[in-house]
């Protein structure tokens, strides 16, 4: 099924590399770039003061108590100048860069961003949350705006009812009568 207005990726890159796609683009104004395995349960407003800032989310397992912070590429706002930079760094070895990481982003985008990036957890406080490390201990709290997955289970694998029915099958369009 075709989506209007989608952008068919042009690289081979794998797993998340393949968003470093949204990098690499021209459109005007700041990209919120998520991971599929995000739900959002109500309305998640970037308030104006934040829209040509870098914003990206704590990992949760590495929010700098226990562990040394590092970024996490699941939910970020990113401005076109910070987008352009990110394509310019990535164009220098894309290959180089998959060779050096891995199978993960996350330390990649926070050698480039962490020094200027406004952590979302901090200015949003309980609207964006993991469902692994608050969700599941502490239960849905009327502030979570946005759930994000990392890992296993998945949204579509977990029996909450608070959850959408979700389903990886394609699904026929349905025409709505007049």
Same mark, same amino acid.
């Given at each position: ?18 968003? #470093? ?18 739900? #959002?349960?109500?309305?998640? !407003?970037?308030? &104006? ?29 990113? &401005?076109?100048?910070?987008?352009? *930079? ?14 050096? #990481? ?5 330390? #990649? ?17 309980? *609207? ?6 608050? !969700? ?22 977990? &029996?909450? &009812? ?17």
């Amino acid at each position: 099924m075709a989506v209007p207005g989608a952008i068919r990726l042009t690289s081979n890159w794998q797993r998340w590399w393949a968003k #470093f796609e949204i990098y690499g683009t021209d459109f005007d104004g700041p990209a919120l770039i998520i991971d599929l395995d995000t739900l #959002f349960l109500r309305e998640f !407003v970037i308030r &104006p003061e934040h829209m040509d800032r870098i914003c990206v989310m704590r990992d949760p397992w590495r929010d700098g108590c226990r562990f040394p912070e590092r970024l996490g590429g699941g939910f970020m706002l990113l &401005p076109k100048w910070a987008r352009q *930079e990110l394509w310019e760094i990535w164009q220098e070895g894309p290959d180089n860069h998959i060779a050096k #990481f891995g199978d993960n982003d996350q330390p #990649f985008l926070h050698r480039y961003l962490a020094d200027r990036a406004l952590r979302l957890q901090d200015h949003y406080l309980d *609207e964006l949350v993991s469902y692994k490390v608050h !969700v599941q201990s502490l239960g849905l709290q009327p502030e979570n705006k946005v759930v994000y997955w990392h890992g296993q289970p998945r949204p579509w694998d977990c &029996p909450e &009812p608070w959850i959408p029915k979700l389903t990886n099958a394609a699904q026929p369009r349905q025409e709505i009568a007049a």
